[in-house]
């Protein structure tokens, strides 16, 4: 997990082999609140629409381009969440 440029956690959780998503292991390492599978709070760290700032994720290195609740992820994916400005 990044807030800017700087890391501030990081956790390996095993997830259920068939079916899961993104949030099923976020939810399992961290306190998350979510707007219709869009993260908006991890850890107590909240996004803040009207500065712009966001919650984004990849995996694998690639932007994800789904909500976290249908995005499917497997045991070995690796997932990174950035709380950052969108432009």
């Given at each position: 997990m990044k807030q800017g440029k700087k890391t501030v956690d990081t956790k390996s959780v095993k997830i259920p082999k068939k079916k899961a998503?993104?949030?099923?292991?976020?939810?399992?390492?961290w306190k998350v609140q979510e707007t219709k599978g869009f993260i908006t709070s991890?850890?107590?760290?909240?996004?803040n629409p009207k500065k712009k700032i966001y919650w984004t994720y990849t995996i694998?290195?690639?932007?994800?381009?789904?909500?976290a609740d249908q995005?499917?992820?497997?045991n070995k994916?690796?997932?990174?969440f950035t709380l950052?400005?969108?432009k």
């Open positions: 998503k993104v949030i099923t292991g976020l939810k399992k390492a991890i850890d107590g760290k909240k996004q694998n290195g690639k932007w994800a381009n789904k909500g995005q499917a992820v497997a994916d690796k997932v990174k950052d400005k969108v």
